[in-house]
């Protein structure tokens, strides 16, 4: 999947966010099921889990609606009103740390505490391998394919060439998101996933969507997916200098996730 051009996501987003309140104005169902908020960095595998949520015939999960400034309405009520539309499944949606600053939403915490206050669940996904988050996203860079699925036209991907500040660049922006989530989820109640322990094997995906499934008061469903990983396990794959890579990293505390 190629990567998108920004202004039509930004239009998209008024389009939404004006279309769900005018319809959420009209549609007055009783909510009896719950609302979550699916809280990840990029590249860390949140959209496999979301597709993995869709599966279940009681959830509809909204992918990064808060990605672009809302301008027709606040973020609040975006979320109110898709919530309404959707009052007969639980309802979530994906939120990066990023998405709030650009809302403009000036505390964060108390954004989220909002949020909890008025029923809001939140699902916290992490992957513990930094180096390959600051690598997924210089891959993404380079080839500008973000996702590929079972049935994608077949893309001819060569190794790339990483450049040694650019790596040390990005395991420092990743570092940074690290803490502010730390910062975020403190005192935020949350039910923890990472993706190496129930996202990377397709033998752990149902015992870790089940817990999700528990967590937010439905009966287990079953999961699959037409998602397909970009890269493997060895970065020789896809690195074509990652002996150098290697080399600049041995003796830091990143070395481990080589």
Request: overall charge positive.
């Amino acid at each position: 999947m190629q990567k998108r051009a920004q202004w039509p996501l930004l239009v998209r987003a008024q389009l939404l966010a004006a279309s769900s309140r005018l319809r959420a104005c009209v549609t007055r169902r009783r909510r009896d099921l719950p609302t979550f908020v699916v809280l990840s960095r990029g590249r860390t595998g949140s959209t496999l889990l979301l597709d993995l949520l869709r599966c279940h015939p009681l959830i509809h999960c909204d992918a990064e609606i808060l990605s672009h400034r809302i301008l027709v309405t606040s973020p609040q009520e975006l979320l109110r009103s898709r919530a309404a539309l959707f009052a007969s499944r639980a309802y979530g949606f994906k939120l990066r740390p990023r998405h709030l600053e650009v809302q403009k939403i000036r505390e964060p915490d108390a954004f989220l505490a909002g949020l909890l206050a008025d029923g809001w669940r939140f699902v916290h996904l992490a992957r513990r391998n930094v180096l390959r988050v600051a690598l997924s996203r210089l891959v993404l860079a380079q080839t500008k394919i973000v996702h590929r699925r079972r049935g994608d036209r077949p893309v001819e991907a060569s190794p790339i060439h990483v450049q040694g500040r650019d790596l040390l660049a990005a395991l420092d922006r990743v570092d940074r998101e690290m803490q502010i989530e730390r910062d975020l989820l403190a005192s935020l109640p949350h039910l923890a996933l990472t993706y190496e322990d129930d996202l990377l094997q397709e033998e752990s995906r149902q015992p870790a969507l089940d817990r999700v499934f528990d967590f937010l008061n439905l009966a287990s469903a079953p999961v699959s997916t037409q998602y397909l990983r970009l890269t493997s396990d060895r970065l020789s794959d896809f690195v074509r200098n990652h002996d150098q890579l290697a080399e600049m990293l041995a003796g830091t505390e990143y070395a481990r996730f080589l």
